[in-house]
């Protein structure tokens, strides 16, 4: 869907930023889980990459990286380091730059590449199967941050993160594939379904304006 309306743009701009401002700082954006936090912002950043285009979309992303530097920064769990420079990692007295790239590149990818998906999901469907390209696109849009930060947590902290979780070097990976399996899956499929539950009637709404 291509809005062309600058004014509209803006709006669904203000209202996707603002639905991520206050996930962010409620208990309902951030699930606190015993080595991670789980999150469900990444769906209005999916809604409105699809919706808005991919530049709107990384902005979008941009801010739900802003959001989980703070939430990571202000409300640490035992892992925020890998989200946070300001919280130092096991055994030392500082944070690592990297974080940042674990923190905000994940999210503003979330906000581009769900875009294309859609855009090519299309191509192939067409309109009668758009639920399903909507489903998949929320899905793929969820799965890029899931699986681009626990990647990145394994190549930058993988000896940290052993740390932390109590685990031999040689285990963090599979850690890791469990983090993927049990929070990642369940976070997608819950995408797809807002995704298109979401998107289909906000199309009609903006098709008649």
């Known amino acids: 869907m291509n809005i062309q309306s600058k004014s509209t743009k803006l709006t669904l701009m203000g209202m996707f930023a603002a639905i991520i401002f206050v996930l962010a700082f409620t208990p309902i954006g951030y699930i606190q889980l015993p080595f991670i936090k789980a999150t469900i912002i990444h769906i209005p950043v999916i809604i409105g990459a ?3 285009g991919p530049k709107c979309g990384g902005v979008l992303g941009f801010l739900f990286g802003v959001t989980s530097l703070i939430n990571n920064t202000m409300t640490p769990a035992i892992s925020s380091f890998v989200f946070s420079p300001l919280i130092p990692m096991p055994a030392t007295d500082h944070g690592s730059p990297l974080a940042l790239i674990v923190c905000f590149v994940p999210r503003i990818l979330v906000g581009i590449f769900p875009w294309f998906v859609y855009k090519g999901l299309k191509k ?9 390209c909507l489903t998949i696109s929320g899905v793929v849009g969820s799965l890029t941050n899931t699986l681009l930060v626990m990647h990145l947590i394994f190549f930058f902290f993988k000896d940290s993160y052993a740390a932390v979780r109590n685990v031999a070097l040689d285990a963090v990976y599979k850690v890791i594939l469990g983090i993927i399996a049990a929070n990642g899956i ?5 995408a797809g379904i807002f995704t298109a539950a979401i998107c289909i009637p906000l ?6 304006q």
């Open 186 to 190: 369940p976070e997608a499929i819950v």
């Open 124 to 132: 192939m469907c067409g309109n009668k199967l758009d639920i399903v």
């Open 203 to 208: 199309k009609i709404v903006l098709q008649k």
């Open 50 to 52: 699809i919706l808005l």
